[in-house]
């Protein structure tokens, strides 16, 4: 058993929920602390209530626990962070620079913290390179972009081991996203099992970056343990599962479900999914610490039917 104290902000949320879940087979229950601004319905291990926007909660619990290691997802995403520009932007980057400042004061000597596809705009034609310009249109865009470009320079200036992945919309069974545009991916599966019809609320042929959740777990945890000499992208690292629009992930669906059905009602969403790009290129995160997804269109259907039957049926 590894000797790590990991703490997870955020931990509530769509990827907290199963990240902790996955850091305590690896590294062992009590090694990880689950923190959230909410109590969780259901709490099987260590958890710490926590608003990341005060620095000095924040202190306390990583001196607490000896917190080594930190996993920061709170954040309020792109959909969400529309409603309320100013005050997204100060929770978003409040929390992180919190996040930074403690973890250098406490000799905490990694963090982990989630970038999005959603740093990538109007300047990227279909596929975002690992270097394309970054001109995002949100303000959850704005501030992925802020954050990792700080993480760049707690690297540079203070030796910081600080880690990032722009992740693609993130599709699983366990938990359900809120506030982001590539919501519908797990929405939709809810309604196909419940033999609902779905209400999209982009257009059919909105392409975007996806992957499935395990996919994402992987990555996340690859690129933690990846040696230092291997992390050669300290801003964020381009990341992809696989790519599709609402018409094809419907007629996957379709392929188990043949009589599920689709209707198209685009709303201010569409125009935040029209300024992501369609495809990314993550042959950096392949060539640096050996990342490959497992999970294609198909197959991530397959799971999401077969598991959301169970909770429903
Ligand atoms: C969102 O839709 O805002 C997020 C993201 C792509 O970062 N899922």
New binding site residues.
Partial sequence: MRTECILVIGANGQIGSVLVEYLREIYGMDQVIASDIRQPEFSTGRFEKLDATDANALALIVTKYKVTQIYHLAAI???KGEQEPLKTWHINMQTYFNVLEVARENGVTKIFYPS???VFGDQVEDKAEQWSYLDPATV?GISKTAGENWSNYYFKRYGMDIRSLR????VGYQSM?GG????YAVDIYHKAVKGEVFECFLSEDTKLPMIYISDAMDATVRLMEAPKEKVTVRTGYNLAGMSFSPKEIAASIQKIIPDFKIIYKPDFRQEIADSWPKEIDDSAARKDWGWRPAYSLDKMTEEMIAELRKKYQ
């Fill in positions: 995403l792109s959909a999005s596809i959603a959850y992740y693609p919309g993130i996203p982001g545009t590539t919501d």
